[in-house]
């Protein structure tokens, strides 16, 4: 890990970075302040162990018990372990900002870019809200207790309204420490990075400390809880599991990969931040593969923890999305609990503050190369904070209407938020499936000069077939019941994008600037790096 705490940038070092992107024919708009470290903890603050682990826990606790965190988290991380490294060869080719819709571009066409880039987006805007969602239902089951005027239960009007209010409010502060410059934003998620690792550790050791048993066992038991009850506010056995069908072993084994699979993403901010980073055709595709790493591990280890202080792995099944607090609530202390509480609550916060950074600069590079209507507009840059400011504010603008207009509708009597929130994750990882299938049939041919960071022929072929391979499985995973509306919304968008393509944007959509293009905006480099007062 003491890479990433290699700090030396020299001014050879940043105009051989300007250099790079000049190449690709954009100019260095953005500030260039984020660190080797900086980079890694964008991508480690929004894969947040603190966040997805734990809003997700019931993913696999109300599935197939404790063999979902013993056996399918690993199996989990595996998967986007390689898809972060095929992405790091990639990205260390093509360090820019929205650095997936650029590679889809060059390694295939403008339709694979333009595809990649919505698929891309949408998938950052709409977990942009889930992940603001789910730092509201932490904050309604850990903090909201501690006041009991708050109304937390949102089928009723007053809960609904504090719900959107909550979200409404972190989303706007996100929005703003963004706005006012990378620097701000890089402390924070520098800060991030400790914080997760720090309370990580003391979680996991007051997890093995307040265990009644050391029950190892539990790690590879396999259970199926799927059909069965959990209970209400007033523990009383209920409706609504979160498995609602009764399936198979295997499938409730899969269904509880969800758990990895949802929190085990977001590595892509290490690539959409790449334009703001010191050496970064080295940094970004190590800012991947180093946040998935360290996530799996620090990861693993804490929810073996959380496994073993379980009371009983029957009755955490029933308790739904409440098992986390019902374990701690069981073992804990009340002050370590609820310190515990405050700083996880933090990084949850945290993690939406790095997610509007990684979404802002995705919308930004689209509509730098005029993907999008509204591209003057979007493609600004703040002379003053040298961040692409209508871009941050648009993300927020539009994952906090996701979250509001969502939560009002219902589809055959599921949350559409829920079912959208399931299309976010197939949509995430097609967009990183895309590249690297055009990178995989590119390699050597059109694709023959790498960058510095390369695994080599053989491995980044073998990297790309697993890849393709774990697309399609989560693709199958995410369409399940509930979720099972998730497969026409994701056909739906296919057949759309479609006919949009051909109907008009195939037409108007130039893509990324490729051969003579480049050359042609030299001037135009030149005056937009004056405009910010690069030099």
């Known amino acids: 890990m003491t890479d990433l705490f290699e700090n030396k940038y020299s001014d050879a070092d940043k105009k051989e970075d300007v250099k790079i992107l000049h190449s690709m024919g954009y100019a260095q708009e953005l500030e260039r302040r984020m660190s080797v ?34 056996i399918g988290w690993p199996l989990g991380c595996l998967i986007s372990g390689v898809f972060a490294l095929g992405m790091g060869q990639i990205a260390s080719s093509y360090p820019t900002a929205g650095g997936l819709y650029h590679w889809s571009s060059i390694l295939g066409n403008r339709f694979t870019g333009w595809l990649t880039a919505w698929l891309n987006l949408l998938g950052l805007i709409t977990v942009l809200g889930a992940i603001n969602v789910g730092t509201w239902g932490f904050f309604s089951g850990a903090i909201a207790p501690w006041f009991p005027a708050i109304a937390v239960d949102t089928t009723t009007a007053e809960g609904f309204r504090n719900q959107i209010l909550f979200v409404g409010g972190i989303t706007a502060i996100q929005a703003i420490i963004n706005h006012f410059g990378i620097r701000l934003t890089a402390k924070l998620t520098d800060f991030s990075g400790y914080l997760i690792f720090a309370t990580t550790i003391v979680l996991t050791l007051a997890c093995f400390a307040f265990a009644e048993h050391w029950d190892f066992a539990r790690l590879w038991t396999f259970d199926n809880f799927s059909g069965d009850p959990t209970l209400n506010a007033a523990g009383e056995l209920k409706g609504d599991p979160i498995w609602p069908s009764k399936v198979s072993g295997l499938m409730v084994f899969l269904l509880g990969l969800l758990l990895p699979i949802y929190t085990i993403t977001g590595y892509d901010a290490s690539a959409h931040t790449a334009e703001e980073t010191h050496k970064a055709a080295m940094s970004a595709p190590r800012g991947m593969v180093s946040s998935v790493w360290w996530s799996s591990v620090f990861g693993y280890v804490m929810l073996i923890g959380f496994v073993l202080v379980i009371p009983d792995m029957k009755d955490a099944a029933k308790q739904g999305w409440n098992v986390f607090f019902w374990a701690l609530d069981a073992r804990f202390p009340v002050g370590l609990k609820n310190g515990l509480y405050v700083a996880i609550l933090l990084s949850q916060f945290l993690c939406g503050l790095a997610t509007v950074t990684s979404a802002s600069r995705m919308l930004f590079a689209f509509a730098r190369d005029d993907g999008l209507l509204g591209s003057r507009f979007l493609k600004r840059v703040s002379p003053t904070h040298r961040t692409p400011d209508a871009a941050i504010w648009a993300v927020a603008i539009f994952s906090f209407l996701f979250v509001w207009g969502a939560s009002l509708v219902t589809i055959a009597g599921a949350s559409a938020y829920s079912i959208v929130v399931s299309c976010t994750v197939i949509f995430l990882f097609f967009s990183f499936a895309i590249p690297i299938a055009l990178g995989l049939m590119a390699y050597g041919k059109t694709w023959t000069r790498m960058g510095p960071w390369d695994l080599g022929g053989p491995l980044f072929r073998l990297v790309c077939v697993l890849s393709i391979l774990s697309a399609i499985l989560i693709f199958f995973i995410g369409v399940q019941p509930p979720n099972d509306w998730a497969l026409w919304i994701t056909v739906g968008f296919f057949v759309l994008a479609g006919v949009v393509w051909l109907a008009y944007e195939q037409r108007r959509f130039k893509g990324p600037p490729i051969g003579d293009m480049i050359a042609k905006r030299q001037a135009a480099i030149a005056a937009a790096e004056k405009a910010v007062g690069e030099v």
């Open 37 to 70: 470290f900086s980079n890694f903890a964008v991508s480690f603050s929004i894969i947040c162990i603190l966040s997805g682990g734990i809003n997700s826990l019931a993913q696999g606790t109300a599935g197939a018990g404790g063999a979902s965190i013993g």
